[in-house]
Each structure stands twice: as C-alpha cells, then as structure tokens.
C-alpha cells in the first residue's frame, strides 16, 4: 500500500458522508507465497506477513466495520493449502488472520446493498471496463475490483432501465519490487477510490498523490 493511502480514503470519505465501506478484496498482496516467479530480493512469507498486518491494522483502526469481499490474493492461504493437500479447517480464517473484526465474504461472492452488486472482480469478463461488462451482463450497477489499471465510472442505459459499472482502482505502491511484473507494461495501476450514492450513481475519485 503507498503511503498516505489511509488518510486519502479518510478524507474522501468523510467529504462524500460515506456511511458504509466495503473493502473490495485483495486487502494483502501475499507475493510471497503466490503462484507466480519470484524476484529473488523479495521478502519471505513471514516478513510479509507481519509488514502487511501492520497496514492492515492502519486500514482496521481507520475504518472498523467493512464489508470484506475475498480476492484472488488475500486467498492465497486457502488456495496454497488446497494445493498442498490440507484441510481448510486447519488455517485461521481471514478475519483471525488479519485481526480484523469484518464482515467477511468468500471469494466470487456477490454482495448486494442499495441494488447494487459488489464483487472482487476476478471472475471474467476482464479488460478495460469490466465492471461495465459486469453491469451489462448482470443488467445491475456493479462496482468491481481486482483489475488495477482499471479505474472510473460508465454507464449503460435503455428506455427503461439505467445501469453503471465502476472500477475502484486501488492503492498499491506499484514501484515496489512485488510488482516488478508489471514493470514492462506501460499501464500503471490507477489509484483512487469509489463512492456510490444511494445505490443510483457513482463516483470514482483519483487520489491526488503527495510527492515522495
Ligand atoms: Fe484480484
């Protein structure tokens, strides 16, 4: 998470009056055990776990009731584990692991509030506008996360129905090591955030980055 990502969410919060938060999944990275190459200078598991428990306990102590929808990412434990053969009843669940006291939904789940869908977004259809693809497919406003080059609001209306997708983008540092895959492509991650007004529109908001 890049710095200063807290106090932005805070302040755009507290400006838009947001009075409930739904965290949209990937809430951890878990570089370190995924599936994917390894740069050698990464940290180990157990470093990234106490580091990311740090920032999660930032996340937690800003806002201390969220609706957490698993991503592909934060269920790295569950998905490692089932790879190796072991029993999901052996592990913590998400919120003991985290230390965090949400409401927590399993991947692919799809959380409805206002009449409006929330899902992590890793599910397909992928690309640009996919929670615009999401919303259409599902004729409902869907907010999405999971693709982090992703980041805005479109909408999609008939004679009698109007619908919209947003993509909330996402805070990550992406000039860290854990994200060296992505150095070679010139799409960067768009870092912000989503509101939604009563269930009928919507508003992503791009962080305004403080210099490093
Ligand atoms: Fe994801």
């Given at each position: 998470m890049r710095k200063g990502y807290v106090p932005f969410l805070q302040r755009t919060f507290d400006a838009w009056g947001v009075d409930k938060v739904v965290?949209?999944?990937?809430?951890?990275?878990?570089n370190s055990i995924s599936y994917h190459e390894k740069h050698p200078s990464n940290s180990n598991a157990y470093r990234e776990y106490k580091q990311a428990k740090k920032q999660v306990a930032k996340i937690a102590e800003a806002f201390p009731k969220v609706d957490w929808m698993i991503g592909n990412h934060d269920a790295l434990t569950q998905r490692q584990a089932t790879t190796a053969g072991?029993?999901?009843?052996?592990l913590k669940d998400y919120a003991d692991l985290w230390e965090v006291d949400w409401t927590v939904h399993p991947r692919f789940y799809k959380l409805l509030l206002d009449d409006v869908l929330y899902c992590?977004?890793?599910?397909?259809?992928?690309?640009?506008?996919s929670a615009y693809k999401h919303a259409v497919n599902n004729f409902k406003s869907t907010v999405q996360g999971h693709h982090h080059a992703n980041g805005g609001v479109k909408y999609y209306t008939n004679e009698k129905f109007r619908v919209f997708g947003m993509d909330v983008g996402c805070g990550v540092d992406y000039k860290l090591l854990q994200f060296e895959?992505?150095?070679?492509?010139?799409r960067k991650p768009v870092l912000g955030c989503g509101v939604v007004v009563n269930g009928k529109q919507a508003y992503f908001e791009p962080w305004v980055l403080p210099s490093r």
């Open positions: 965290h949209i999944g990937d809430l951890v990275d878990w072991i029993p999901l009843d052996c992590h977004g890793d599910t397909g259809p992928g690309g640009q506008h895959y992505g150095r070679k492509f010139p």
